[in-house]
């Protein structure tokens, strides 16, 4: 084996995905915010047309989101790490280069045309997997290309033991691979019946079935995209930056495989009351309550390597965001196991709540993960010091207001509409029509749409952070050991 | 045996996928085909009901109304009788939602009207003040694809033995038969609309996708 220093690992796909997920992150947020203001102030669904009303855009902005700047930095992450952890440099091998590259253009492509098709209304409706047939065989070929990256980079692997990050990265490969596959099943109509559109097709499952299906992948949809490649960054990028070693083994090993094991079963959370069979729906209850075990775990096991260490946090932004971003991590996953209790289930659900809790997670644990890696990455890659530490204490704050902006506004509006709904009057007559539980929730639409705002804000500062260090930072001569190095 | 794991990823990703598609087989499978099977009474869509249900989807209105009614006193009240499994047998792609911005609609064609769907989708506020819904006006200039309509009706028929021509069930029949069962029953619709664009349109012999999606609206019941 040769010296480690001999090893020149080569970044150049991991730039590509990290531009990318600047530029998603850009789109996607502002969409989310426009759609946002839109609750709030209807008269902003005609900026364009047919095309700018809140309907259209939505299925843009959460796919924007998850799968245009999360999925972009999930890559990232793993260009990055995958050679690191395994000890082999992508530039050794030719083929592999070949496929990251086909990777990224591929998905890049997939994601242009899944941009201008939801615009257009094109669309199976199912939530996160809205695209129709043919794009959807081209997010399974990207997918395969991502795969083969994975296991052959692990093929030609110097180190023999795959560290806690490869395992959450196999799992989000298998994970999203299987559940696709069976949440797409569709048979495209046009081959049966000879007329009508060519790419439009009609599912495999029917009613009650396509919903356990559906909701089977959109929960875990969450499990593999926004919790699992996640745990994969924090697992590598946090004991690296805050040059502490991971607190237990044995507690990675429990999280991990309670995870795999619980995670799918919570899926029957999402249809509590609703026609699919009662044990299902208790099924799914039960398990959401019981992944507060592997998800503290996980959430604990990176706390505490922090142990004895916690004036890191004052002096160093990055260990900041990532523990920020494991905290909110344990707050979300209480909070979902809360939601999933049948009684305020049959309060929550279908309310504002519900997107509230949503986005603690995302802007909370997923956004900020990213970004914090995303920071670590920059100057190893660029080899340059990030621009500016004040602008992301800057930004960090601004976004953490947002968020608190976003759940308490959205919490609040959520009970008050399920207590309007099921509200009487002293003779059992219902006391509100719809109606007046929509123009209630104003005020606290206008004040999430503000949170959303100053997330977009740090965004946009963080990107800028992004931009100068890539450009107009000071050079590094060696690669820093830990704490990435940043100027005042 | 983790170590072990560690070491030999392919029996790792053997391990993982075991664990995690477990679950899957457990949850969806025992129940599957019981939960498909209608209920007395269901009866699939007619191609202009299709055409507008791809109008529902393309439009994405399942993103702000459900369509499930839970079984709780207040939601009976304000939509009717609560869902059963077997009233979603024919739905493909289910449209339950999972947000609702604006009240259910699993039952609305109880309770409005032709005249009044046209009037909430080009102007929302002039039957509901207060509304935060766009208003959907290209709905009145695009036409309805009742050619995918037709796709997806005959695909179902083929492919998913969906009872079409069966006694008291929809009649499907060939394309051009079809046809002229849209235009008669979309001739019904437009006759209770007030638009003059949508009227003249369909003189012309081109249903606006307004039209079809008042008819898959109407048969919400």
């Given at each position: 084996m040769q010296a480690r220093d001999a090893l020149n690992y080569d970044y150049s796909v991991a730039k590509c995905f990290t531009y990318s997920a600047i530029l998603f992150g850009i789109v996607g947020m502002l969409i989310g915010v426009v759609i946002a203001y839109q609750m709030a102030f209807p008269e902003l669904n005609y900026l364009a047309g047919e095309y700018g009303t809140y309907s259209r855009l939505r299925p843009l902005h959460t796919s924007g989101v998850i799968f245009g700047f999360l999925l972009s930095g999930i890559f990232a992450a793993w260009y990055y790490i995958g050679q690191r952890v395994l000890k082999v440099s992508m530039a050794e091998s030719p083929f592999l280069m070949i496929i990251g590259k086909l990777h990224f253009w591929l998905y890049m492509i997939l994601m242009v045309i899944a941009v201008v098709t939801l615009f257009m209304g094109?669309?199976?409706?199912?939530?996160?997997?809205?695209?129709?047939w043919p794009l959807d065989i081209l997010v399974v070929v990207v997918w395969v290309l991502w795969g083969l990256s994975i296991f052959g980079l692990v093929g030609i692997r110097r180190e023999k033991t795959l560290y806690i990050s490869m395992w959450y990265f196999i799992a989000t490969f298998l994970g999203v691979a299987m559940l696709y596959l069976f949440n797409n099943m569709?048979?495209?109509t046009y081959f049966v019946a000879g007329t009508g559109k060519w790419y439009h097709s009609v599912s495999m499952y029917a009613g009650s079935n396509d919903a356990m299906v559906q909701w089977w992948y959109g929960h875990n949809a969450v499990a593999f995209i926004f919790t699992v490649p996640i745990i994969a960054m924090i697992y590598y990028f946090l004991p690296k930056e805050s040059g502490q070693p991971v607190f237990s083994y044995k507690l990675s090993l429990l999280s991990f495989w309670g995870l795999m094991f619980v995670y799918l079963w919570a899926g029957g959370h999402h249809l509590i009351y609703s026609t699919v069979p009662d044990w299902v729906q208790t099924m799914g209850s039960i398990f959401s309550i019981i992944l507060i075990l592997p998800s503290w775990g996980s959430a604990i096991n990176i706390l505490l390597t922090m142990k004895g260490q916690w004036g890191q946090l004052k002096e160093n932004p990055l260990v900041k965001l990532m523990i920020f971003a494991s905290t909110f991590y344990m707050f979300s996953t209480l909070e979902g196991p809360i939601l999933s209790i049948k009684s305020v289930n049959a309060l929550a659900h279908f309310t504002d709540w519900i997107p509230g809790h949503v986005h603690d997670g995302t802007l909370g644990w997923v956004g900020f993960m990213t970004m914090a890696a995303l920071f670590h990455m920059a100057p190893r890659m660029y080899k340059r010091e990030i621009y500016s530490k004040k602008l992301i204490e800057a930004q960090f704050w601004i976004q953490t207001t947002g968020i608190v902006l976003y759940f308490s506004s959205m919490w609040i509006a959520g009970i008050t509409q399920g207590m309007m709904w099921r509200a009487t009057d002293q003779f059992g007559n219902l006391a509100y029509s719809f109606i007046d539980t929509v123009t209630v929730l104003i005020p606290y639409y206008a004040i999430r749409a503000t949170g959303g705002l100053l997330y977009l804000i740090g965004f946009f500062m963080f990107s800028y952070n992004m931009y100068k260090t890539m450009t107009a930072s000071k050079a590094i001569e060696s690669e820093p050991q830990n704490a990435s190095p940043m100027s005042a | 045996m983790f170590h072990w794991l560690e070491r030999n990823p392919f029996f790792f990703a053997v391990g993982v996928f075991l664990v995690i598609a477990y679950a899957g087989v457990v949850t969806i499978l025992p129940d599957f085909m019981e939960t498909a099977r209608p209920v007395v009474g269901t009866k699939p869509y007619t191609v202009l009901e299709l055409a507008g249900r791809q109008v529902y989807i393309k439009d994405s209105c399942n993103a702000c109304h459900s369509q499930l009614v839970r079984p709780f006193k207040s939601e009976t009240d304000r939509y009717g009788m609560y869902s059963l499994s077997g009233e979603y047998a024919y739905d493909r792609p289910f449209l339950w939602g999972s947000k609702r911005t604006g009240p259910d609609l699993m039952r609305v064609g109880n309770y409005r009207t032709s005249d009044w769907h046209e009037y909430h989708m080009s102007?929302?506020?002039?039957?509901?003040?207060?509304?935060i819904m766009p208003a959907y006006k290209h709905m009145f200039k695009n036409s309805a694809d009742i050619d995918t309509a037709y796709a997806e009706a005959l695909t179902v028929k083929k492919v998913f033995n969906t009872p079409y021509d069966q006694p008291d069930m929809p009649k499907l029949g060939t394309h051009e038969e079809a046809k002229k069962a849209v235009m008669a029953e979309a001739a019904l619709i437009v006759a209770d609309m007030k638009s003059q664009e949508v009227k003249e349109a369909f003189k012309r012999g081109e249903i606006k996708e307004i039209v079809a999606l008042i008819a898959y609206l109407n048969s919400l019941k």
């Amino acid at each position: 084996m040769q010296a480690r220093d001999a090893l020149n690992y080569d970044y150049s796909v991991a730039k590509c995905f990290t531009y990318s997920a600047i530029l998603f992150g850009i789109v996607g947020m502002l969409i989310g915010v426009v759609i946002a203001y839109q609750m709030a102030f209807p008269e902003l669904n005609y900026l364009a047309g047919e095309y700018g009303t809140y309907s259209r855009l939505r299925p843009l902005h959460t796919s924007g989101v998850i799968f245009g700047f999360l999925l972009s930095g999930i890559f990232a992450a793993w260009y990055y790490i995958g050679q690191r952890v395994l000890k082999v440099s992508m530039a050794e091998s030719p083929f592999l280069m070949i496929i990251g590259k086909l990777h990224f253009w591929l998905y890049m492509i997939l994601m242009v045309i899944a941009v201008v098709t939801l615009f257009m209304g094109i669309s199976t409706s199912k939530e996160y997997a809205e695209l129709e047939w043919p794009l959807d065989i081209l997010v399974v070929v990207v997918w395969v290309l991502w795969g083969l990256s994975i296991f052959g980079l692990v093929g030609i692997r110097r180190e023999k033991t795959l560290y806690i990050s490869m395992w959450y990265f196999i799992a989000t490969f298998l994970g999203v691979a299987m559940l696709y596959l069976f949440n797409n099943m569709e048979v495209p109509t046009y081959f049966v019946a000879g007329t009508g559109k060519w790419y439009h097709s009609v599912s495999m499952y029917a009613g009650s079935n396509d919903a356990m299906v559906q909701w089977w992948y959109g929960h875990n949809a969450v499990a593999f995209i926004f919790t699992v490649p996640i745990i994969a960054m924090i697992y590598y990028f946090l004991p690296k930056e805050s040059g502490q070693p991971v607190f237990s083994y044995k507690l990675s090993l429990l999280s991990f495989w309670g995870l795999m094991f619980v995670y799918l079963w919570a899926g029957g959370h999402h249809l509590i009351y609703s026609t699919v069979p009662d044990w299902v729906q208790t099924m799914g209850s039960i398990f959401s309550i019981i992944l507060i075990l592997p998800s503290w775990g996980s959430a604990i096991n990176i706390l505490l390597t922090m142990k004895g260490q916690w004036g890191q946090l004052k002096e160093n932004p990055l260990v900041k965001l990532m523990i920020f971003a494991s905290t909110f991590y344990m707050f979300s996953t209480l909070e979902g196991p809360i939601l999933s209790i049948k009684s305020v289930n049959a309060l929550a659900h279908f309310t504002d709540w519900i997107p509230g809790h949503v986005h603690d997670g995302t802007l909370g644990w997923v956004g900020f993960m990213t970004m914090a890696a995303l920071f670590h990455m920059a100057p190893r890659m660029y080899k340059r010091e990030i621009y500016s530490k004040k602008l992301i204490e800057a930004q960090f704050w601004i976004q953490t207001t947002g968020i608190v902006l976003y759940f308490s506004s959205m919490w609040i509006a959520g009970i008050t509409q399920g207590m309007m709904w099921r509200a009487t009057d002293q003779f059992g007559n219902l006391a509100y029509s719809f109606i007046d539980t929509v123009t209630v929730l104003i005020p606290y639409y206008a004040i999430r749409a503000t949170g959303g705002l100053l997330y977009l804000i740090g965004f946009f500062m963080f990107s800028y952070n992004m931009y100068k260090t890539m450009t107009a930072s000071k050079a590094i001569e060696s690669e820093p050991q830990n704490a990435s190095p940043m100027s005042a | 045996m983790f170590h072990w794991l560690e070491r030999n990823p392919f029996f790792f990703a053997v391990g993982v996928f075991l664990v995690i598609a477990y679950a899957g087989v457990v949850t969806i499978l025992p129940d599957f085909m019981e939960t498909a099977r209608p209920v007395v009474g269901t009866k699939p869509y007619t191609v202009l009901e299709l055409a507008g249900r791809q109008v529902y989807i393309k439009d994405s209105c399942n993103a702000c109304h459900s369509q499930l009614v839970r079984p709780f006193k207040s939601e009976t009240d304000r939509y009717g009788m609560y869902s059963l499994s077997g009233e979603y047998a024919y739905d493909r792609p289910f449209l339950w939602g999972s947000k609702r911005t604006g009240p259910d609609l699993m039952r609305v064609g109880n309770y409005r009207t032709s005249d009044w769907h046209e009037y909430h989708m080009s102007d929302p506020i002039s039957v509901v003040p207060g509304s935060i819904m766009p208003a959907y006006k290209h709905m009145f200039k695009n036409s309805a694809d009742i050619d995918t309509a037709y796709a997806e009706a005959l695909t179902v028929k083929k492919v998913f033995n969906t009872p079409y021509d069966q006694p008291d069930m929809p009649k499907l029949g060939t394309h051009e038969e079809a046809k002229k069962a849209v235009m008669a029953e979309a001739a019904l619709i437009v006759a209770d609309m007030k638009s003059q664009e949508v009227k003249e349109a369909f003189k012309r012999g081109e249903i606006k996708e307004i039209v079809a999606l008042i008819a898959y609206l109407n048969s919400l019941k």
